[in-house]
Every structure is written in structure tokens, then in C-alpha cells.
């Protein structure tokens, strides 16, 4: 069935290093993909998104491109920041509606030391 | 604008007794979803709906829970009796149909049943 696979946490590192969060994705069709970010005793808000291969979502300096030959949407950016510490979720559409019904993958837990 | 609004945020209750979260939408979204979030399994979709109506209940881990929607703002998730294997993280989420897929979370209600 569909589903989606992250790297496992936590990812340590110090600010201003270079992040990047693998995701793969298997599926029938053709989701949108997201990235959701998840900060201590919040909710999950959606970090960026792409709907189509080869788009490139990007949002607060963090980047990831729907690459449909690789099935990957892995999250980057270039400098991170303490405040960057969450827990980030790679998610998929089930469906072609695009109704908010999403895979998620388990998450990566990010630390980011000063 | 007011996001998806939950409550309680905070519950410590005895096994054996119920529960009652409550969720209100964001006005004129279509989809309300409930999710449960624990370290052991991650996000779990439980039940969602399409305008108050329940489309998908297979993610309700058993009888002991119950969803309803009897408005288009408010939804409400019980569990009855309660048991310590329950205690997790319960967040509501909303959507627009036609949208993108972006789902728009609460920020949850932890439960810890005793």
C-alpha cells in the first residue's frame, strides 16, 4: 500500500550546519507531497508543499523537490537555526481529491545546538 | 483568523472512566479529521468526516471510541471506558474540499489516563 518513509531521529546538529531530512514515498498515482513541522506542545503546521514532479516547494529557508524517478521529497536547508529544533513529518495525499486525507511518515526528531 | 480550536488541552483522568475531547473546525472547512499521536505508533488517522458525515471510521482502534459531528462547527471524540494504553496525544484537523490537501491542526489535547 501507499506509504511514506523518513530517516530516523534524531538529527543533531549545530547551528548554521546544512540539514537534510530523507523522505521516499511509494503510491499508486500522483500525490502532492508536504512537509509538516511539529514544535514542543504545538500542532503540526505545514512547512511547504509541492503538487506536481520536479516542483520545488520552499518556505523559511527550507526547500524540497518531488522528485517522481527517485520517489523522494527530502527536506534541506542550508543554515539551520536553534529555533529550527521540531520534529519534522513527510506526508502524502491518499488521494486524488486532495481532501486532507495524508500518509504521514513516523517523523524526525531535529536538535539543533548553539 | 481562529484556527482549529481543541479542548481540553490537558486531561488526567482514572482508567475506567470517560472522556469527552472537543474540537471546532475552522468556519467553512469540509473535512474534520481526528488523529492520535504516540512515540510507539506516530500519527494515526482515527476517523474523518465530509460535511458532519463519517467517511472513514477504520482507524477507530475499537468500540470503546465513538466520534460525532452534529454541526459543521464542532466535533467531539469519547472514549468510554478509558484505559492507560489510550494516553496519547489526540489532535482535530480540518480541511477545504477542492483545497490543496493542506491540513489546518489543533494544537491537541494530551490525555493521560491513570
Known amino acids: 500500500g501507499d506509504s511514506v518513509t523518513q530517516m530516523e531521529g534524531p538529527v543533531t546538529l549545530s547551528e548554521e550546519a546544512f540539514l537534510t531530512i530523507n523522505c521516499t514515498y511509494t503510491?499508486?498515482?500522483?500525490?502532492?507531497l508536504f512537509w509538516y513541522v511539529q514544535y514542543p506542545g504545538e500542532g503540526l503546521q505545514l512547512l511547504l508543499k509541492?503538487?506536481?514532479?520536479?516542483d520545488k516547494g520552499s518556505n523559511k529557508g527550507f526547500e524540497a523537490t518531488y522528485r517522481k524517478e527517485t520517489t523522494s521529497f527530502h527536506l534541506e536547508k542550508g543554515s539551520v537555526q536553534v529555533s529550527d529544533s521540531a520534529v519534522y513529518f513527510c506526508?502524502?495525499?491518499?488521494?486524488?481529491?486532495?481532501?486532507?486525507?495524508?500518509?504521514f511518515g513516523q517523523g524526525t526528531t531535529l536538535q539543533v545546538k548553539p | 483568523d481562529a484556527g482549529v480550536i481543541q479542548s481540553p488541552r490537558h486531561e488526567v483522568t482514572e482508567m475506567g472512566q470517560e472522556v469527552t475531547l472537543r474540537c471546532k473546525p475552522i468556519s467553512g472547512h469540509d473535512y474534520l479529521f481526528w488523529y492520535r499521536q504516540t512515540m510507539m505508533r506516530g500519527l494515526e488517522l482515527l476517523i474523518y468526516?465530509?460535511?458532519?458525515?463519517?467517511?472513514?471510521d477504520s482507524g477507530m482502534p475499537e468500540d470503546r471510541f465513538s466520534a460525532k459531528m452534529p454541526n459543521a462547527s464542532f466535533s467531539t471524540l469519547k472514549i468510554q471506558p478509558s484505559e492507560p494504553r489510550d494516553s496519547a496525544v489526540y489532535f482535530c484537523a480540518s480541511s477545504l474540499q477542492g483545497g490543496t490537501g493542506e491540513l489546518f491542526f489543533g494544537e491537541g489535547s494530551r490525555l493521560t489516563v491513570l
Open positions: 509541492a503538487t506536481k514532479a520536479d
Open positions: 506526508a502524502q495525499t491518499r488521494d486524488s481529491s486532495n481532501t486532507g486525507k495524508l500518509i
Open positions: 503510491a499508486t498515482g500522483y500525490p502532492s
Open positions: 468526516f465530509n460535511n458532519n458525515v463519517p467517511i472513514d
